[in-house]
């Protein structure tokens, strides 16, 4: 039995293989995973419905079971059709995570174009494509080490 937040199968089997430096994309439900991703990336799909589940949800049981080095937000537009005035709402439900978790992570943004590029490195072992429905929801993690 598991003790830690995760039970999702393929996901603790990835994340079990996964190392230092490897990455993993929460992505939300218009991210498009099938396209853009790492060559060696397996894509798990957790999009029930429109919302369900979402982005944070996933990231709170993530963070429980690996420990994460870099959480990197997908940086937002400020013009054009997708514009943001500020930071995504959604951030601060990230940031509200990660303190629970106890951890002196920061978000860092990426611009997103660089975003997609971040993510398609080898080193991106796993997506979990999620339907949050918020912009700019996306969040990559890097592994870090166990130190316990």
């Not at 920061?106 to 590029?117: R, S, V």
């Amino acid at each position: 039995m598991l003790k830690h937040l995760l039970i999702h199968p393929k996901i603790n089997e990835v994340i079990g293989r996964a190392g230092h430096h490897a990455r993993i994309l929460i992505a939300d439900g218009n991210y498009p995973s099938s396209s853009k991703k790492g060559p060696n990336a397996e894509v798990v799909c957790m999009n029930l419905m429109p919302g369900v589940v979402t982005c944070a949800q996933v990231l709170r049981a993530v963070l429980s079971a690996v420990p994460i080095d870099a959480v990197n937000t997908m940086g937002y537009e400020t013009d054009g059709p997708y514009a943001l005035a500020e930071d995504p709402p959604v951030w601060d439900d990230y940031r509200a995570v990660i303190r629970d978790a106890g951890l002196p992570l920061k978000l860092e943004p990426i611009f997103k174009w660089d975003f997609y590029e971040a993510v398609a490195t080898p080193d991106h072992v796993l997506t979990i494509q999620t339907a949050d429905q918020q912009r700019f929801a996306n969040i990559l993690l890097s592994v870090g080490v166990r130190m316990d």
